[in-house]
């Protein structure tokens, strides 16, 4: 039997290389996954579509803590990158990925 396959809507990915852990990437990545467990956001539970995953360096160090988000929206992959990430920021990006919609211009940088 094959594991079972949890639909999401979106991909968050918190670096926990070691500039951004001594930015706060630790206590960043637990208060985020507390945030989703409180309030269902999380892709396991009911009604749930995020999924999050300790990253090593995202190639930003002297910007952290850096986040980068992968989702398919409007038919093709789209990739956010975002630096200096604290909990409210973090928060918003989760919400926009759960309903689906345009991420926080917030602290982004990369590919438009
Ligand atoms: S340690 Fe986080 S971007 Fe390099």
Known sequence: MPPKYFSTRGHLLVCQGP???????????KALWNHLERSSLAYYKRGGSVRLTESGCLGACSFGPTLCVYRHRNGALEEGWYAAVDFPLAVQIAGALHEEAALPGEGKYGPE
């Open 19 to 29: 500039n951004c852990q001594a930015r706060g990437s630790v206590l960043l990545q």
